[in-house]
């Protein structure tokens, strides 16, 4: 007679959290497969990490600068003020957009064995995190050419990097979760990613738009908090930025991931229907 293996939860949320815990090792073990699958059979491997966000770079300063004459904070390179926006940018939707499709691409796992559903959208965070630090550095390396140094303020880069992360999983966990059941949600991700970086400031600085009559609005944007933050703590005091909006960026991103969270977990047990 087969055996038939059952896919079930902890019945208790404290078990499951012990659970998660419990299966650490394998939190490790698939980020490292992400990370390797990612560049697998690819020519040039990771050095995509550095090409990409160059390339992006030099197009945003072209059209942004050259063509549409949008002037950069003063006294910063505009280069520089592009890459630091997307760096922390890239982080951001590379890491939702793994994690949205996190159980469609575990779907092997889902059907086969029990266990926390949550570790893999936590485990499609690390692909995104190794490129960050690549842009990073590639960062830093510009701010030598451009004789710029990065600014003392680059002590509270951690918390951005932390409300970047906390960010994306909020929105992403119910984009899994959905994904599961209607799988046109996959097409939609890049279109949002890519509409999504040009109302972000990614490759213009807010200071264009702090006296426009849709400033208020625009700042309710989690994300504009979170860039400008990010753009500061590299450039310091020249760049923009309003610290007001990180209230929006802290109401908002908490708001999203304990509600997606509490979705997540009250959908997981049904993912193994829809795979």
Not at 152 to 180: C, D, E, H, K
Not at 200 to 218: G, L, M, N
Request: aromatic share 16%; glycine share 4%; charged share 15%.
């Amino acid at each position: 007679m087969a055996h038939t293996t059952t896919i079930k939860a902890k019945a208790s949320e404290k078990d499951y959290w012990k659970d998660l815990w419990r299966n650490k090792q394998l939190l490790w073990i698939l980020s490292k497969r992400d990370i390797s699958v990612r560049y697998k059979q690819t020519l040039l491997g990771i050095a995509w990490s550095v090409i990409r966000p160059l390339m992006t770079m030099l197009v945003m300063a072209v059209v942004f600068s050259f063509i549409a004459k949008l002037p950069s904070d003063p006294g910063i390179p505009y280069p520089l003020m592009i890459l630091g926006g997307l760096t922390i940018w890239t982080f951001f939707a590379n890491t939702f957009t793994q994690i949205s499709n996190s159980i469609v691409l575990n779907s092997n796992l889902v059907s086969k064995v029990y266990f926390p559903r949550l570790i893999m959208p936590l485990s499609a965070v690390s692909v995104g995190f190794i490129d960050f630090l690549i842009s990073l550095a590639l960062f830093i390396l510009l701010s030598v050419y451009y004789q710029y140094p990065p600014s003392i303020n680059i002590i509270f880069l951690p918390v951005f990097i932390v409300f970047t992360f906390l960010t994306s999983l909020g929105i992403g966990l119910f984009f899994a979760v959905i994904n599961v059941r209607f799988r046109d949600i996959a097409q939609l991700i890049p279109f949002m990613v890519q509409v999504g970086m040009y109302i972000c400031p990614v490759a213009y600085s807010s200071r264009q738009v702090k006296d426009e009559w849709f400033y208020k609005y625009y700042i309710l944007n989690p994300l504009v908090g979170i860039i400008d933050g990010f753009k500061w703590c590299l450039l310091g005091d020249k760049a923009y930025f309003n610290p007001t909006s990180l209230y929006s960026t802290i109401l908002v991103s908490s708001l999203a991931l304990l509600l997606s969270l509490m979705y997540f977990r009250r959908k997981e047990n049904t993912f193994v229907d829809h795979i």
